[in-house]
T-cell receptor, first 114, second 117 residues
Framework: AQSVAQPEDQVNVAEGNPLTVKCTYS??????LFWYVQYPNRGLQFLLK??????LVKGSYGFEAEFNKSQTSFHLKKPSALVSDSALYFC????????????FGSGTRLSIRP | GAVVSQHPSRVICKSGTSVKIECRSL??????MFWYRQFPKKSLMLMAT?????????EQGVEKDKFLINHASLTLSTLTVTSAHPEDSSFYIC?????????????FGEGSRLTVL
């Protein structure tokens, strides 16, 4: 069975500093990995995805994520945080099968202080 | 990017009544749509997978007679909360997968906040 874990409920970072939101996954086959962001009372917005190829994936709003197969991780990163990045972030995974469901992590609340 | 429209965004109803939430894919066809429920400060709980032209597949523990799902076309799925009770109050989010998309990321509606009095 596939699963995804986000070990941190909350991450606090000062504006301008780099940020990392952690994610680890477990699938039986090749993974499709995703990051989504949710602002209060809104749906989820797609940030980026890893399918194959370069382990470093660049996405929206300056975010990037690094796929690490040996550590089964897909951490979300940004070199310089903005206050407007404060939101709830979800990592998600599905197996390399069109019939597979996407499974979400528990979410990490990112708080950027001015 | 692909757009998914969800309506209504907020609904308040009396206990015992039924509420219908619509999910539309505006610029792509979605053979599969998903309905999630989100509790405060919690992750998304997948309720069911809605398949165009066939019965929905419900996750374990989700009452299919309580949460009726219909996927009548390639662009529309509806969730009806029947005989709603206060414990059904929640944020419901739909998502759709572009049938033409090779990698299958989901596009989400803006969510519907249901409050049952």
């Amino acid at each position: 069975a596939q699963s995804v874990a986000q070990p941190e409920d909350q991450v606090n970072v000062a504006e301008g500093n780099p940020l990392t939101v952690k994610c680890t996954y477990s699938v039986s086959g090749n993974p499709y990995l995703f990051w989504y962001v949710q602002y209060p009372n809104r749906g989820l917005q797609f940030l980026l995805k890893y399918i194959t190829g370069d382990n470093l994936v660049k996405g929206s709003y300056g975010f990037e994520a690094e796929f690490n197969k040996s550590q089964t991780s897909f951490h979300l990163k940004k070199p310089s945080a903005l206050v407007s990045d404060s939101a709830l972030y979800f990592c998600a995974v599905r197996e390399y099968s069109s019939a597979s469901k996407i499974i979400f992590g528990s979410g990490t609340r990112l708080s950027i202080r001015p | 990017g692909a757009v998914v429209s969800q309506h209504p965004s907020r609904v308040i109803c009396k206990s015992g009544t039924s509420v219908k939430i619509e999910c539309r894919s505006l610029d792509f066809q979605a053979t599969t749509m998903f309905w999630y429920r989100q509790f405060p400060k919690k992750s998304l709980m997948l309720m069911a997978t809605s398949n165009e032209g066939s019965k929905a597949t419900y996750e374990q523990g989700v009452e299919k007679d309580k949460f009726l799902i219909n996927h009548a076309s390639l662009t529309l799925s509806t969730l009806t909360v029947t005989s709603a009770h206060p414990e059904d109050s929640s944020f419901y989010i739909c998502s759709a997968r572009d049938r033409q998309g090779p990698t299958g990321e989901l596009f989400f509606g803006e969510g519907s906040r249901l409050t049952v009095l």
